[in-house]
Nanobody, 118 residues
Framework: QVQLVESGGGLVQAGGSLRLSCAAS????????MGWYRQAPGKQRELVAK???????NYADSVKGRFTISRDNAKNTVSLQMNSLKPEDTAVYYC????????????WGQGTQVTVSS
């Protein structure tokens, strides 16, 4: 089992920045990918960015060039630096960890609200 605890988030004006952090505990040795997803009201949860244990990254097209994901394997943390925020970035952001190679297990944090005002 893996437990994820998020921090950061809040209210910011358009064009501003926020940083989200997530700390993993438990069976962290089994984690391959860590990442961030978000869910806006009335919409499906979507991938924002993810990073492998070898620091390979994937970003949603909508955040490329604005968001940066980073990972500290020694501390079992993943962070998301969000710059040039837009109102459409408003959502609940969830930390995600994936373990396993053949049978993948997803773990989720409790979610943190990010609100961008225009």
């Amino acid at each position: 089992q893996v437990q994820l605890v998020e921090s950061g988030g809040g209210l910011v004006q358009a064009g501003g920045s926020l940083r989200l952090s997530c700390a993993a505990s438990g069976s962290t040795f089994s984690i391959n990918y860590m990442g961030w997803y978000r869910q806006a009201p009335g919409k499906q949860r979507e991938l924002v960015a993810k990073i492998s244990s070898a620091d390979r990254t994937n970003y949603a097209d909508s955040v490329k060039g604005r968001f940066t994901i980073s990972r500290d394997n020694a501390k079992n943390t993943v962070s998301l630096q969000m710059n040039s925020l837009k109102p459409e970035d408003t959502a609940v952001y969830y930390c995600n960890a994936q373990s396993g190679l053949v049978r993948i297990t997803d773990y989720w944090g409790q979610g943190t609200q990010v609100t961008v005002s225009s």
